[in-house]
């Protein structure tokens, strides 16, 4: 009698509800990613291989596959929380074993400052040299830095502002009294700093002049502007070369720093000669502070980095100033240098690029996350905890970076939800339940129509 089919009908069945009650006990598992069963039917071959119409033994389960869709996409509060949006697996490793592949982005700071996930594997990527730069390659773990990051010495200051031309003159150019707003028009501030990291406080007044005489027409109508700089309230001249500033006993300047005279159109300033080109860059040498009583150094100032006083300076780009009928305005200001920092946080971008951010306000590239695909996702071989090792099924691991290519994008503070969809598997169970039981009905059946024959006289 044919209780085969039953049999094999009832193991399908229980294979089926096995699928489907792990997908629904993975419901909640960041990563997972659900299966289903695959049947096929059986048949018994005759020995010559002919015949038809052949009654078949059976079903048998061809395989159990898992389905490599996008689950959703949820947002948290922890920056180390990864999702991929599109193809493409994490790279962990435990730095012995050949890599395993996870979609599960729930990582966290290991004590030796490595990017791990629960089972302590360590994420991988590229690294970054001690300037920033990403070193493509060989990925390895990615470790985030422990030590802050050095100060840097201002060299470069650029100035945006506007001076008001129909202001009155304040000024001939023979110095300011700090105190006194009506000896000059305008003043701003900005902040440099010394190879220390020692911020140093730079303010430029601005004090309209007598007017220059066109060179072409020889009327009075090149304005001029005298800009005086102090640092930390003390006056500084230019260059080595300029005349010596000897400020009162209030530190008030007698001289300029620097003359600054704009044509009649308004056009880009001529510095100091109305006549000459534009210069590019102006040199502001800050000197350093000393104790009036014993000489000593009590705050570096700004020369070169080996401490030359006659090195190279800071130079001031002085060319986005513009003088017009409307109020003073400073638009932008810039200055390279900043004060040394210590590791205040990490954020991953979409490229994968983790940035680590400093308590000074820089920010400097730490690594960079590579994601690995496959030919054939459905050949990789699952492994537990929410990972999978490849196989020569699957192929070898194509390897490149998030929102390259093939590869999805990168979403920090977000995990990617399991794609169960909870609705669909328990209207399978119902399926899976009522197969079950036809199953079982088929036996029961077969067992009558065998009691009848073993009955019969």
């Known amino acids: 009698m044919g209780f085969q089919q039953g049999l094999s009908g009832l193991n399908a069945a229980s294979k089926n509800l096995d699928v489907i009650g792990n997908n629904v006990a993975n419901a909640s598992t960041v990563g997972f990613k659900s299966s289903r069963a695959e049947f096929g039917d059986v048949y018994a071959a005759a020995l010559s291989g002919a015949g038809v119409n052949n009654v078949g033994i059976g079903v048998g389960l061809s395989a159990v596959a898992q389905q490599f869709t996008q689950g959703n996409i949820t947002t948290t509060e922890n920056p180390l929380d990864l999702a991929i949006n599109g193809q493409g697996f994490f790279q962990v490793s435990d730095g012995l074993n050949p890599r395993l592949y996870t979609r599960n982005g729930q990582f966290k700071v290991s004590r030796e400052g490595f990017i791990v996930n629960n089972d302590g594997l360590r994420l991988v990527g590229y690294p970054a040299d001690g300037t920033g730069v990403i070193q493509p390659g060989i990925a390895r773990p990615l470790q985030l830095p422990t030590s802050g990051i050095e100060a840097n010495q201002t060299s470069e200051v650029r100035l945006e502002l506007n001076l008001d031309s129909r202001q009155a003159r304040t000024g001939t150019g023979t110095g300011i009294t700090l105190n006194d707003a009506t000896t000059y028009?305008?003043?701003?501030?900005?902040?440099?700093?010394?190879?220390?990291?020692?911020?140093?406080?730079?303010?430029?007044?601005?004090?309209?002049?007598?007017?220059?005489?066109?060179?072409?027409?020889?009327?009075?109508d090149n304005d001029q502007w005298h800009v005086y700089v102090t640092a930390d309230g003390r006056a500084i001249a230019q260059t080595d070369a300029d005349a010596p500033i000897t400020p009162d006993a209030n530190g008030n300047p007698d001289l300029p720093w620097t003359t600054v005279v704009f044509p009649r159109n308004g056009g880009a300033p001529r510095i100091p000669d109305p006549t000459t080109t534009p210069p590019t860059l102006l040199n502001l040498r800050v000197p350093d502070l000393l104790d009036a009583n014993t000489g000593e150094v009590l705050k570096l100032g700004i020369a070169d980095l080996t401490g030359d006083p006659t090195g190279t300076p800071v130079t001031v780009n002085l060319l986005n100033l513009s003088e017009n009928g409307s109020a003073f305005s400073v638009t932008d200001v810039f200055q390279d240098g900043y004060s040394p920092g210590q590791l205040s946080g990490i954020l991953i971008e979409s490229n994968g690029i983790v940035t680590a951010r400093y308590s000074n306000g820089q920010t400097k590239p730490a690594g960079q996350v590579e994601l690995a695909n496959f030919r054939n996702v459905q050949g990789l071989q699952p492994m537990g905890g929410n990972v999978w090792a490849s196989t020569f099924s699957s192929g070898d691991a194509v390897l490149g970076v998030p929102g390259v290519g093939n590869f999805g994008a990168l979403q920090a503070g977000a995990l990617e939800d399991s794609n169960t969809d909870l609705t669909i598997e328990l209207v399978k169970m119902i399926t899976a339940q009522r197969v079950y039981q036809a199953n079982a009905q088929t036996i029961r059946t077969q067992d009558q129509v065998l009691q009848t024959i073993t009955n019969l006289r």
């Open 185 to 220: 028009n305008n003043a701003t501030s900005l902040s440099v700093f010394n190879a220390k990291g020692e911020e140093i406080a730079v303010t430029l007044y601005f004090q309209k002049g007598d007017p220059v005489a066109d060179p072409v027409t020889g009327l009075l």
